[in-house]
């Protein structure tokens, strides 16, 4: 499976940006595709994930702020992230596997996209 992902960039705080992860090369549905993210000299961890059957889980961090959806069709999933805080600042990946959402059950990994939040 390759994961291409986009939609990173620079935005104030309290802004919004939206997250696009293509996956390709896999003949059957991903149970589940979501996002996660690394800060400098942090480790990478779980933002957002949803299930084929669009089941979701959120950080706490992120809770009420951000959205992930899905197009099962196309398995394409999206996170849409408002209320932007300068902490959410870092590398977001997009990642899918059959296994679970946790980071180590993940196994596939889009390229990572850079989320800067600042004034």
């Known amino acids: 499976v390759q994961l291409q992902a986009s939609g990173g960039g620079l935005v104030q705080p309290g802004g919004s940006l939206r997250l696009s992860c293509a996956a390709s090369?896999?003949?059957?549905?991903?149970?589940?595709m979501g996002w996660y993210r690394q800060a400098p000299r942090k480790q990478r961890e779980l933002v957002a994930t949803?299930?084929?059957?669009?089941?979701?889980r959120f950080a706490d961090a992120v809770k009420g702020r951000f959205a992930i959806s899905r197009d099962n069709r196309n398995n394409t999933v999206y996170l849409q992230m408002n209320s932007l805080k300068p902490e959410d600042t870092a590398v977001y990946y997009c990642?899918?596997?059959?296994?679970?959402?946790?980071?180590?059950?993940?196994?596939?990994w889009g390229q990572g996209t850079l989320v800067t939040v600042s004034s």
């Open positions: 949803i299930t084929s059957g669009f089941r979701t």
């Open positions: 990642g899918s596997g059959n296994r679970g959402g946790a980071v180590g059950q993940i196994d596939a």
């Open positions: 090369g896999s003949g059957a549905s991903i149970n589940t």
